[in-house]
């Protein structure tokens, strides 16, 4: 629905709007807090402060939505979506690290395509990065971003192989 609104925001004064969703799976504390003339609905746990976490990290890798692995190991049919693992991460707040996926089902025709038609390589790239084979995971991330050049996460973990830093998964904590 988004993307049908933006076909309205086409000028300068009206630029398309961006939105973030982090989705995590977990227990919570639902309540009211307030008083007589004015109450008001709030939710606390671990579960929500990490979907709130998630949502921050959408900004820093330019994409739309992103999961928990809680999330993705509860879907009914993983296959019916779009989506690819973006990292482990350390998350303030979070002993453990965080598996990560973005779901890019809504993202608008050309993204979602581009993305579809990069992910083996992603993927593979993914697995060289992780091993710490940096050089061919570098080589791979760019033949992602010949195809997609708006890949964010693919600029991202470009730079990190290039720099050859700490892994994602350490450099990330939020």
Same mark, same amino acid.
């Given at each position: 629905q988004l993307t049908e609104y933006n076909k309205t925001r086409t000028t300068e004064e009206r630029l398309p709007l961006r939105i973030g969703v982090g989705i995590n799976t977990g227990p919570l504390m639902l309540g009211t807090v307030g008083g007589h003339f004015q109450m008001a609905g709030t939710? #606390?746990?671990d579960?929500? $402060?990490? *979907? *709130?976490?998630? !949502?921050?990290? &959408? +900004?820093? /890798?330019?994409?739309s939505m992103? #999961?928990?692995? !809680? &999330?993705? &190991?509860?879907l009914h049919d993983p296959l019916a979506y779009d989506f690819r693992?973006?990292?482990?991460?350390?998350?303030?707040?979070?002993? +453990? +690290?965080?598996?990560? /996926? !973005? #779901? /890019? $089902? *809504?993202d608008i025709p050309e993204l979602r395509a581009a993305k579809l038609a990069t992910k083996t390589i992603f993927e593979q790239a993914l697995v060289l990065y992780y091993t710490r084979d940096y050089i061919r995971a570098d080589k791979l991330f760019a033949r992602c971003l010949q195809q997609h050049p708006a890949d964010t996460v693919a600029k991202i973990y470009r730079q990190q192989c290039r720099s050859q830093k700490q892994p994602i998964a350490e450099s990330m904590n939020n």
């Open positions: 939710v #606390i746990s579960a929500v $402060n990490l *979907a *709130a976490r998630l !949502e921050s990290l &959408t +900004k820093q /890798f330019g994409v992103l #999961i928990s692995h !809680e &999330t993705f &190991t509860r693992f973006i990292a482990k991460l350390s998350v303030k707040g979070k002993s +453990k +690290k965080v598996s990560v /996926f !973005e #779901i /890019f $089902n *809504a």
